[in-house]
């Protein structure tokens, strides 16, 4: 079946210590997101990325990284910077941004949920 | 620019109950409407869209959602609630006119159904 597969589910880190976390897609899919939950707060978009070896930041870029250097992978990098890193991350992906049919629908894996000791 | 509005942290209903989850929105133009469900620990699930057409749009599980222009809201609705529809729901929009592609999502509605 087609989707979106996050991993580690969960991941404990050391203050000080990166971590990335691994997104993969069998959609097909151009476009890849990364947002973090926290309790309460929605959704907040980390990066994005419209099409391979481009990406963007989004609203709460700082202390994080990303590469996209295949269509299907996008991990994220948390970084010792992220001052805040414990909270449940999302990648989700859509069709292309040009392709004349996006309508801003998403596609999200199961998440993974970092906590920093 | 776009916003979206989910005035309710919480909404609490009996089983068996009509439930509403209220979402209002705020677009330039005309707007991609969107509902998603979260349960602890998972990604978020699709439950339906609003594309054009039809006001009352029908999706995943019984919900439904009516799309109201004059109102600019997005509510999201279901005859008979069930337990295991305790969740998280999130309302999204996309302006059609707005230069992004990248949906706003409320802050989420927790649905807590009472047996």
């Known amino acids: 079946d087609g989707g979106i597969t996050q991993s580690p589910k969960y991941l404990f880190r050391k203050e000080g210590q990166n971590v990335t976390l691994s997104c993969e897609q069998n959609?097909?899919?151009?476009?890849m997101y990364w947002y973090r939950q926290d309790p309460g707060q929605g959704l907040r978009l980390i990066y994005y990325s419209q099409i391979v070896n481009d990406f963007q930041k989004g609203d709460i870029a700082e202390g994080y990284s990303v590469s996209r250097e295949k269509k299907e992978s996008f991990p994220l990098t948390v970084t010792s910077a992220q001052k805040n890193p414990t909270a449940f991350y999302l990648c989700?992906?859509?069709?292309?941004?040009?392709?004349?049919?996006?309508?801003?629908?998403?596609?999200f894996g199961e998440g993974s949920r970092l906590t920093v000791l | 620019a776009q916003s979206v509005a989910q005035p309710e942290d919480q909404v609490n209903v009996a089983e068996g109950n009509p439930l509403t989850v209220k979402c209002t929105y705020s677009v330039s133009g005309n707007p991609y409407l969107f509902w998603y469900v979260q349960y602890p620990n998972r990604g978020l699930q699709f439950l339906l869209k609003?594309?054009?057409?039809?006001?009352l749009v029908k999706g995943s599980y019984g919900f439904e959602a009516e799309f109201n222009k004059s109102q600019t809201s997005f509510h999201l609705k279901k005859p008979s609630a069930l337990v295991s529809d305790s969740a998280l729901y999130f309302c999204?929009?996309?302006?059609?006119?707005?230069?992004?592609?990248?949906?706003?999502f409320g802050r989420g509605t927790s649905l807590i159904v009472h047996p």
């Open positions: 609003y594309i054009t057409g039809d006001n």
């Open positions: 989700a992906s859509s069709i292309s941004w040009t392709s004349g049919r996006n309508t801003g629908e998403l596609f």
């Open positions: 959609l097909n899919h151009d476009a």
């Open positions: 999204a929009v996309r302006d059609r006119a707005g230069g992004s592609y990248i949906p706003t």
